[in-house]
């Protein structure tokens, strides 16, 4: 069972923002920037069904500048058996549609593979696109917000959320899923700090977009403007550090400041 | 003359919400294009739903009514949309709300006519030659413009809870033609074995108050305290997606992506962390309260009130209080 599982860079939800933030691959503080939080969901879900299997390789690969190595390394902490990066310096590539075919590129370049796993979405662009895009690109078949797996001979059995409910589907393998952040994969492991010393000395393989066959990588729709939405009014007003009935008494008067009146409704 | 298609989506033997969004946006493109909205419907036993969907003034509907169509099958209807599509030259937009359906069926269709999509977008306009939408960025922290010309094949998902829904105008009607389904022998590499979806009862949307229980709460039982809560002080129960997959709290209470959008005068969430599927259904409550042990819940970040401490000491001494 060859399992790859795409990654992402991105940055911490509680890095500042500039206006003009578009790709978060190069940023100025190392610091900020992180694995993509849906994508070890991702991770999660492949290690376990190579566990259950007992046989298989896990490979994730990130498409990002040499920020995201840490990404990379994390994914080695976690786990995965091989780990690569595709080179993308100073966003060269940002729009999804052409990441969706340099990631389908590298996947024909890795050649073997059984199940192909994404985050459901990223934190920073959050389409939700690219299992669909990649699955059509490599015409296979494909499920999103995939909570559970078993795995059946050459098919698969997936469920998968649906408003309201679940879905469940049996696809042929090998298969494109996007994982959900709920179900049997809710909880990526943690990683021991003697595996992240381990994973921080491996050198990242880089592979170059440009020897990968991804065809033109021009898109039909483009980002033309990124901008900070008007800014909210006022900030959370916080209560703690004291015993409850005096926060209570707090929020009640805070309330009342405003002319808002909890007890109105009954 | 752009063709404007609108995929309509059934879920529950109805027309869904997100899909009625999604035509009150194409309505007004519709006016702007001066052409009609037409649509797609893909199901079995569809006829009565596919004639209603023309009283929100789709003025014909591509009504695909198969056997093989009962439950959702992601290839089969790639395979079907592209056939119809493929009938019509650019210019031609097709549209579908941003369903947890919508986010897999219209990515991959576009993908197949080698084209990008606009994503998720909260809107979609005529400006001069160019489509544009505005797409929520870092978990709506930024927003992101889209364009494109309007003269090529576009694909367009709307984000759903921010339009109003479209409303059905008995005075209108349209054509229903069917068209043949088209699967291939590839597209049964997917095999749909069944849904499992939650009968609703309870409306929470109308509700001026909200009180709203998360994982936080601890379990079944624990979950008493927000149902006591929402009766004294004359509010509805809410929920997270959390509380409901834990069988604490009925499907109807849930609130977000795959749940209610509401906006009542208060909402109080307690033991509820704020994910982003979450905070789409209930960020634009006029008073946000959270309850919460963890300042740093990204809750925080839309609420105007919090109370950092334990929900079980907070609620008890509220209802005291009040
Ligand atoms: C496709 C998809 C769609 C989804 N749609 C939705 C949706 O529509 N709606 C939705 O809600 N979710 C949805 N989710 C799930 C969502 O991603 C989160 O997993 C979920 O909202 C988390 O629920 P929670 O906040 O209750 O739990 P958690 O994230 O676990 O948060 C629990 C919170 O409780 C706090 N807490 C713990 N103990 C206490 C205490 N004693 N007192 C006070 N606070 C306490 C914690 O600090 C924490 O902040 C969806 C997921 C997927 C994959």
């Known amino acids: ?266 | 003359m752009t063709k404007l298609i609108v995929v309509i989506e059934i879920a529950k033997g109805k027309i869904t919400g997100i899909t009625k969004e999604c035509l009150t946006v194409a309505k007004k493109l519709s006016e702007d294009l001066g052409v009609d909205i037409e649509g797609v419907m893909l199901g079995h036993g569809i006829n009565d739903l596919a004639v209603n969907a023309t009283k929100y003034g789709i003025k014909k509907i591509y009504k695909v009514d198969d056997a093989q169509f009962a439950g959702i099958n992601i290839l089969y209807h790639t395979r079907t949309l592209e056939e119809l599509v493929k009938q019509f030259s650019p210019p031609t937009i097709i549209m579908a709300g941003a369903s947890l359906y919508g986010q897999e069926i219209i990515p991959r269709l576009a993908a197949r006519f080698n084209s990008a999509i606009f994503a998720s977008v909260t809107s979609l306009v005529l400006e001069g030659d160019n489509l544009v939408g505005i797409h929520p960025l870092f978990e709506e922290k930024l927003l992101g413009t889209m364009s494109a010309d309007k003269n090529q094949m576009n694909f367009v998902t709307i984000l759903g809870g921010n339009n109003p829904e479209a409303e059905i105008d008995e005075s209108l009607s349209g054509e229903v033609t069917d068209f043949a389904p088209v699967i291939s022998e590839r597209d049964k590499r997917e095999t749909f074995v069944e849904e499992k979806i939650a009968k609703v009862s309870v409306d929470i949307t109308k509700a001026k108050l909200i009180i709203a229980g998360g994982r936080g709460v601890g379990g079944k039982e624990k979950f008493g305290i927000i149902h006591e809560t929402a009766k004294t002080l004359g509010g509805e129960v809410g929920a997270s997606r959390a509380a409901v997959d834990a069988d604490w709290v009925p499907y109807d209470h849930e609130i977000g992506q795959t749940g209610k959008t509401i906006t009542p005068d208060f909402y109080i969430g307690c033991g509820i962390s704020g994910a982003i599927q979450h905070l789409v259904g209930m960020r634009n409550s006029k008073t946000i309260i959270a309850v919460n042990t963890d300042e740093e819940a990204p809750m925080l970040d839309v609420a105007h009130y919090a109370i950092i401490a334990d929900l079980h000491e907070v609620l008890p001494e509220l209802i005291k209080k009040l």
Request: glycine share 6%; proline share 4%; with cysteine.
């Open chain 1, 1 to 266: 069972m060859n399992i790859i599982v795409f990654i992402k860079a991105t940055i911490d939800r509680n890095a500042p923002l500039g206006p003009d933030e578009t790709f978060p691959g190069d940023r100025d503080d190392k610091a900020d920037v992180m694995t993509n939080n849906y994508d070890k969901h991702a991770i999660e879900a492949a290690l376990q069904i190579v566990e259950k299997k007992g046989d298989g390789k896990v490979t994730a690969v990130c498409l990002g500048s040499d920020m995201a190595d840490k990404v990379v390394k994390e994914a080695i902490a976690m786990g995965c058996h091989e780990a690569f990066r595709i080179e993308n310096s100073e966003a060269r590539v940002i729009n999804f549609f052409s990441v969706a075919k340099i990631l389908a590129a590298a996947i024909k370049k890795i050649g073997t593979y059984d199940l192909i796993l994404f985050g459901m979405q990223s934190y920073d662009y959050g389409t939700a696109t690219m299992a669909p895009m990649v699955s059509e690109f490599l015409d296979l078949p494909t499920a999103s917000w995939v909570e559970r797996i078993s795995l059946n001979g050459d098919k698969i059995n997936v469920e998968k959320v649906i408003e309201g409910g679940t879905r469940t589907i049996e696809l042929q393998l090998p298969a494109v899923l996007s994982i959900a952040s709920s179900g049997d994969f809710e909880e990526p492991r943690y990683t021991s700090v003697r595996r992240i010393m381990k994973a921080s000395r491996t050198k990242v393989p880089v592979w170059e977009i440009d020897k990968l066959e991804a065809g033109a990588l021009d898109t039909n729709v483009e980002f033309t403007k990124i901008e900070q939405p008007p800014a909210r009014m006022e900030e959370c007003v916080v209560f703690k550090d004291d015993d409850v009935p005096v926060l209570i008494d707090n929020l009640l008067s805070a309330l009342k400041d405003k002319g808002l009146n909890l007890g109105a409704y009954k």
